[in-house]
């Protein structure tokens, strides 16, 4: 099962979305980290 949540609440300071992919493979989780500017 893939859980794909985005906040786009994760800080005032640099603004930036939060993207949180976790795998249900054992207990290894992967974010993704999507800054809004674009590639930082």
Not at 6 to 32: D, E, I
Request: charged fraction near 20%; proline fraction near 0%.
């Amino acid at each position: 099962m893939l859980l794909c949540v985005v906040f786009s609440m994760a800080g005032l300071n640099h603004m930036f979305y939060r993207v949180g992919c976790a795998t249900k493979r054992g207990n290894r989780a992967r974010f993704y980290y999507v800054t809004n500017e674009g590639d930082t």
